[in-house]
């Protein structure tokens, strides 16, 4: 099963993505964030502090496709957004041409990744930032981000079993149209 969870920065996707696993019964936390700054550190140490204590914790900022064992229960995978934007700096960053046939190629081996994921875990919940609705970005690179953020986006809420974009808290569910292929 898979659980897709979008939404804005600090529009509460990450509090709704707790409950849903919360009613879930083993739990794997999936954290793809590092703490590149300061500020970033105390992002994550916040989500550190929000979590069960009894819930598993696997860090993975790269490699989520076998990040976790199959049967894994429930995945809780902690932003796809973030995961993405490693990879893309693992690649090479904004001196990395990611567009054209680099971009092809970036979001089929992290959409490879996911589905992997998808395959261990008995139910995912995955958290995304929506970038549909934001200005579309000065620079080649951050166009790039939004570009490959958008299209995985657009296939995990195709794929999904249930999806939900919360706004303000308010968590409103989608109704994902399926498309064949």
């Known amino acids: 099963m898979l659980t897709f969870v979008l939404g804005g920065i600090r529009s509460g996707k990450s509090a709704f993505a707790l409950d849903v696993a919360r009613r879930s019964g083993r739990v794997t936390y999936l954290a793809t964030g590092t703490a590149s700054d300061p500020e970033m550190g105390e992002r994550i140490d916040a989500h550190r502090r929000s979590r069960p204590a009894g819930w598993t914790l696997v860090e993975e900022p790269l490699t989520i496709g076998t990040a976790v064992a199959a049967g894994s229960g429930t995945v809780l995978l902690e932003s796809v957004d973030g995961w993405l934007?490693?990879?893309?700096?693992?690649?090479?960053?904004?001196?990395?041409?990611?567009?054209?046939?680099?971009?092809?190629?970036?979001?089929?081996?992290?959409?490879?990744?996911?589905?992997?994921?998808?395959?261990?875990?008995?139910?995912?919940?995955?958290?995304?930032?929506?970038?549909?609705?934001?200005?579309?970005?000065?620079?080649?690179?951050?166009?790039a981000f939004t570009d490959h953020l958008g299209t995985l986006n657009q296939r995990l809420a195709a794929s999904a079993?249930?999806?939900?974009?919360?706004?303000?808290?308010?968590?409103v569910p989608l109704h994902p149209h399926r498309r064949d292929g």
Do not use: F
């Open 161 to 171: 079993d249930e999806a939900y974009l919360v706004v303000a808290g308010i968590p």
């Open 85 to 143: 934007a490693n990879r893309m700096e693992a690649a090479g960053g904004a001196g990395a041409n990611l567009t054209g046939a680099a971009g092809v190629a970036l979001v089929a081996g992290c959409w490879n990744e996911l589905l992997s994921l998808r395959e261990r875990a008995g139910h995912l919940v995955a958290v995304s930032s929506e970038v549909g609705l934001s200005l579309v970005p000065l620079n080649a690179y951050g166009r």
